[in-house]
């Protein structure tokens, strides 16, 4: 969806739509989002299999609501990725 948005507002913007900035804004949104949304599943992904090596037995809603009081920390590793790529 993302990546449509993105050549569909190049595409527009290229006929000279007015449409395209508000599709091309539309597209950079959800590019910032996908960053902090797969840190997210990120970090619970790591809780969870820290748990499982340590020999202890997390579930998904324990390590959500851990990864959801570190939400400043969350940010600014999503920030500190999306600069690095």
Known sequence: MMIAA???GFFLFYQD???SNFILLVGAVMFV???FL???A???LSRLTHDTATGGSSTRREARSE???LKSQ???VGLSDMAAA
């Open 33 to 35: 989002q996908r960053f």
């Open 38 to 40: 797969y840190n997210r």
């Open 74 to 76: 969350t940010r600014t």
């Open 17 to 19: 739509n007015r449409s």
């Open 67 to 69: 990864v959801a009081s």
């Open 42 to 44: 990120e970090l619970m």
């Open 6 to 8: 993105f050549f569909a």
